[in-house]
């Protein structure tokens, strides 16, 4: 089923709508968040408590050298 279709709209229509663009927002997004290392955070341990509104949550490496997050 096309989106002319399901809209209820004629295929003329839908041409003269405005063009989205994914990648620009994508691109703001990316830009706008910042990236920490794991190593910097964990400053040679093996695990973390970060406090949030008022709970603790608990990053911890594995063995496998992954990261768990939990409450």
Do not use: C, F, W
Not at 18 to 42: C, F, G, H, M
């Amino acid at each position: 089923m096309s989106i002319a279709t399901t809209l209820s709209l004629p295929a003329a229509s839908i041409r003269k709508l405005p063009r989205l663009s994914l990648r620009s927002r994508a691109d703001e997004t990316t830009a706008a968040v910042r990236r920490i290392s794991s190593q910097s955070l964990l400053e040679g341990g093996r695990e973390l408590v970060i406090q949030h509104q008022g709970s603790e949550y608990h990053l911890r490496l594995t063995r496998n050298d992954k990261l768990i997050l939990t409450k």
